[in-house]
């Protein structure tokens, strides 16, 4: 039997689509490996700061042998290293920088959906919207980048923690204008 060494049209399709695939996949299982890599890099950070903090039982007291498990689980959870910004994230903190005062959300949602159609990752503008939203909350509830700023209006103006004076006040050059 001969076959054929030129591929037809859909044979081409047939392999284009199954090398999509594969990337695909392939892709997925790096995302996946390299966030296990971070887990590992990170407990090997744990436990080494744990054993150079480490004393011999001969010298601690009993006392002091209750409290050293006490104080390895609250190392290893505050030593957690913060994960890195997305690039939502980025351009949210550089708008605000740019722009040196408090910034409205409505502000940072026109800015940053500007910045994320030049950085071509801008879907829609409901995707977008949302996006932006859990960004804002993670940036000043759980990474504390950010802090929120009350006005008389609807919502919140954002704000970098350094722009508070000692009091925990916003300093009058970066108030919202």
Request: proline fraction near 3%; hydrophobic fraction near 30%.
């Amino acid at each position: 039997m001969k076959y054929s060494t030129k591929l037809n049209e859909f044979d081409i399709l047939d392999l284009l689509n199954e090398y999509q695939s594969e990337l695909r996949k392939l892709k997925h299982k790096v995302d996946f490996v390299k966030s296990k890599i971070a887990d590992l890099e990170e407990q090997y950070s744990v436990i080494k700061k744990i054993k150079a903090g480490y004393k011999p039982a001969t010298e601690e007291t009993s006392e002091q042998a209750e409290e050293a498990p006490k104080a390895e689980a609250a190392l290893s959870k505050k030593e957690r290293k913060p994960y890195p910004l997305s690039d939502w994230d980025k351009f949210i903190i550089q708008t605000i920088e740019e722009r040196g005062h408090a910034t409205l959300s409505k502000e940072i949602y026109d800015s940053v959906k500007q910045k994320a159609i030049e950085g071509g990752i801008f879907t829609t503008d409901d995707k977008s919207k949302a996006k932006i939203n859990q960004c804002l909350v993670k940036l000043t509830n759980r990474r504390e980048d950010l802090r929120k700023v009350k006005y008389k209006g609807r919502g919140f103006a954002y704000a970098l923690p350094a722009w508070y004076d000692e009091r925990n006040r916003l300093k009058k050059e970066h108030k919202i204008q």
